[in-house]
């Protein structure tokens, strides 16, 4: 089965400052990737998703993401981040066998 | 509205005990999916369900069993032998790429 890593376990940022937030995959297939969100206390939101196509996916809230297969890495990105981003962060990967994984989470505090 | 509704919100349990909790979806989606999500490590899959009357194993099955007699039914037990059950259980169900995950179920054991 597909495994999912997260670099990061919690990272602190300021207001406005930029946010990357890694995520590799081990699979050598076909697989869809996934950015969740879950915010305290609610459940998770869906950021964005990959399938096919263009590699840079745009997602909800000003985020994106990178898709570069020869790295296996599934990076979220956003320009200038807010403090209503504080949440935790998780990459999923669903590969052709149908089953999604996700990573451990990342959590991302952004002090005002 | 179409959803996933998990119930109860929060269970308690003595230990020893088994305990079912619900999973029910309108979605007409075919796969349905539990997940457990402790602090640090996310969620970890224990079961799935692609079709009814078939169901496999995740990652971290044992302690846990499951039925999917109806499709839009996929209830998750929770046994006597699962040794660290306190956590956060989230359903989901999917069609084609469109996952849907509900609002989550906390047990606690005491």
């Known amino acids: 089965a597909q495994s999912v890593s997260q670099h990061n376990h919690h990272v602190i940022l300021s207001e406005a400052a930029s946010l990357e937030l890694g995520c590799n995959y081990s699979y050598g297939g076909t697989v869809n990737l996934f950015w969740y969100v879950q915010y305290p206390g609610q459940h998770l939101q869906l950021l964005l998703k990959y399938f096919s196509g263009d590699p840079l996916v745009k997602g909800i809230k000003g985020f994106e993401a990178e898709f570069i297969k020869s790295k296996f890495s599934f990076n979220l990105r956003k320009p200038s981040v807010q403090w209503s981003d504080t949440a935790e962060y998780f990459c999923a990967v669903n590969a052709d066998n149908n089953d999604m994984r996700f990573g451990a989470g990342t959590r991302l505090t952004v002090k005002p | 509205d179409g959803g996933i509704t998990q119930s109860p919100k929060y269970l308690f349990r003595k230990e020893g005990q088994n305990v079912t909790l619900s999973c029910e979806q309108n979605l007409n989606h075919d796969a349905m999916y539990w997940y457990r999500q402790d602090p640090g490590q996310g969620l970890r899959l224990i079961y799935y369900s692609q079709i009814v009357n078939d169901f496999q194993k995740g990652d971290i099955a044992e302690g846990y069993s499951v039925s999917r007699e109806k499709k839009e039914s996929f209830p998750l037990t929770v046994t006597s032998a699962q040794k660290n059950p306190t956590a956060f259980y989230l359903c989901?169900?999917?069609?084609?790429?469109?996952?849907?995950f509900g609002s989550g179920t906390r047990l606690t054991v005491v």
């Open positions: 989901a169900s999917r069609r084609g790429n469109g996952y849907t």
